[in-house]
């Protein structure tokens, strides 16, 4: 998000779909959980989820084509269309998240294993970028909270710490030799923020498996939050006493912080986050929204800051 302000994608730009997306296949172990099994085509399975009351109801939902090919994430380049055109080459079965640290139940959990117990549900959830940007996504997931129940953290953990897989010869964007990022991709959450009910581990979008371009197998979201909090493809979460390090303020300490909270009233340094565009909106004429303190979910999540001065903890 330092590097450029790309524009809408091209329609001449676009691959065909199914010539580069992968087979969902960790479904076919998984069948019959909470999940209604192959919709038969090549590229994803159908899961089936229950409706939330948490969910945006009165936003219109952003195309999937704009979901699944307007994207951040720079493991795969630094254009919105590079990660629909390069992520297919990440292996994405089998899969395994790490849970260690501070936890009762520290473990190695096969993907499987995470995702049954689960009650898989329908969000409809604003995705606001710090860039100025938002959508509305339909996520498929379960929240964070039943997993850190699941895996009884110790009383002295305060902070989760994220980590997205690191496979050089999978993502082409780590290859570089100048890194746009310290690979790992790295992100936190503080331990209230994690359990909070809207803080979701999203499997799928859109009723189907999440593409690999949306952080396939399984990814964070925090609808409160910038973006870039919601961390992709994670392959390790761990229970810690301290703040832990995340990617962008490594990047960029003075323009991304540890909170993230979307806040219309404080500027990022080199543009104003007052308004955003909404992606699908298109047309010389279309206004930019006003951005919502919280990305329009204060009265759900203020209450986790009260008495912090989002200035400083921006
Ligand atoms: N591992 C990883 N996770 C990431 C990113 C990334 O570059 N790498 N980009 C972030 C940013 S800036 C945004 S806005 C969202 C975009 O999610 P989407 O492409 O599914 O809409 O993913 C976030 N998660
Ligand atoms: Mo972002």
Redesign the pocket.
């Known amino acids: 998000?330092l590097i450029r302000y790309p524009s809408d994608i091209p329609p001449s730009e676009i691959t065909s779909r199914d010539h580069y997306l992968s087979r969902r296949q960790w479904m076919a172990g998984a069948a019959g959980l909470a999940l209604a099994g192959l919709s038969g085509r090549a590229d994803a399975a159908a899961l089936s989820a229950v409706k939330s009351p948490l969910s945006a109801m009165d936003e219109k939902l952003t195309s999937k084509e704009d979901?699944t090919r307007?994207?951040?994430?720079?493991?795969f380049g630094v254009d919105k269309a590079d990660?629909a055109a390069h992520a297919h080459t990440l292996k994405t079965t089998p899969w395994t998240v790490k849970i260690d640290g501070l936890v009762g139940k520290p473990a190695e959990y096969a993907l499987e294993d995470l995702i049954k117990p689960a009650t898989l549900e329908e969000r409809i959830y604003r995705?606001r970028?710090?860039?100025g940007w938002s959508?509305v996504?339909p996520w498929v997931g379960f929240p964070l909270a039943d997993l850190i129940k699941r895996v009884e953290p110790k009383s002295n953990a305060k902070y989760l710490a994220f980590e997205?897989v690191y496979r050089p010869e999978e993502m082409v964007?780590q290859r570089g030799l100048l890194p746009v990022?310290n690979w790992?991709?790295v992100?936190g959450l503080r331990m209230d923020e994690a359990m909070h009910p809207l803080a979701l581990l999203a499997v799928g979008?859109y009723g189907e498996t999440?593409m690999n371009?949306?952080?396939a197998p399984i990814?964070?979201v925090v609808p409160w939050k910038?973006?870039?909090?919601?961390?992709?493809?994670i392959t390790r979460i761990s229970f810690v006493e301290k703040e832990p390090e995340t990617?962008?303020s490594q990047q960029a300490p003075g323009e991304y912080g540890f909170y993230a909270n979307v806040n219309p009233a404080v500027d990022h340094p080199r543009w104003s986050q007052a308004t955003e565009r909404r992606i699908g909106e298109g047309g010389l004429f279309v206004k930019r929204r006003p951005t919502l303190p919280f990305n329009g979910y204060a009265d759900q999540v203020a209450s986790l800051y009260s008495g912090m001065d989002l200035r400083k903890f921006y």
Request: with cysteine; net charge neutral; proline share 5%.
């Open positions: 998000m979901v307007y994207n951040n994430y720079y493991e990660p995705m970028c710090v860039e959508m996504i997205t964007g990022l790992p991709y992100e979008l999440l371009q949306n952080g990814r964070l910038y973006g870039f909090k919601g961390i992709k493809s990617s962008w």
